[in-house]
């Protein structure tokens, strides 16, 4: 079990070098306080069963819930819309996936 250090009485410097209060958490590592871990590149599936490396969000990854995906003779992959049977969208969800399915359509693997 991992126990949190506490300033001690009277107040301390951390690890970060900034000053706590007596009885505060103090920080352990030297990020300053509330800062946010930057987050490094990521397996992202930009096609079925591709998977590669990018900080980039991926429109296959983003609609593959509301799309048919259909399989071509030269291994190409294309979209179409399936719908939402019995589940309600808005109009503005359904153009969005279609204009993100034309664009994959397109070619273009990103969002942006």
């Known amino acids: 079990m991992t126990t949190h250090s506490r300033a001690k009485k009277g107040g301390e410097y951390g690890a970060n070098g900034e000053w706590y209060e007596g009885g505060k958490f103090i920080a352990t590592t030297d990020r300053p306080k509330s800062a946010v871990k930057i987050r490094g590149s990521r397996k992202i599936e930009i ?5 590669v490396e990018s900080t980039e969000a991926s429109i296959y990854n ?20 399936r719908g939402h049977d019995g589940v309600l969208c808005s109009d503005q969800h359904i153009s969005t996936v279609k204009n993100l399915i034309e664009k994959y359509n397109r070619g273009e693997r990103w969002i942006g």
């Open 62 to 81: 983003a609609i593959k819930w509301d799309v048919k995906i259909v399989n071509n003779v030269a291994t190409t992959h294309s979209m179409s819309f």
């Open 47 to 51: 096609e079925p069963r591709v998977w």
